[in-house]
């Protein structure tokens, strides 16, 4: 099968739909494991989709997202020099 074929890469709509499809599965297993009374990931450790989605307000006008964003790939890019 051209599926497992090792040495061809994917182009067009196929390499899209491979993507996207991977990006969903992670999701829904993100949801599904955060779900429910008793998830088997407390919220304390890993919310929801939903909570992180809802969090954004929040940080971005009383956190300062942006500017601690901002910050911390400073730390990052920094620390790439440095090393």
């Known amino acids: 099968m051209a599926f497992y074929r090792l040495n061809r890469q994917l182009q067009g709509k196929r390499l899209l739909l491979y993507e996207l499809a991977g990006f969903a599965l992670i ?28 969090a954004f307000g929040e940080l971005f006008t009383n956190n300062g997202l942006v500017p601690n964003f901002f910050y911390s790939l400073g730390l990052n890019l920094g620390g790439y020099v440095e090393a």
């Open 27 to 54: 999701l829904l297993v993100w949801f599904l494991i955060t779900l429910g009374e008793q998830p088997l990931i407390t919220k304390g450790i890993l919310p929801s989709p939903s909570q992180v989605i809802n």
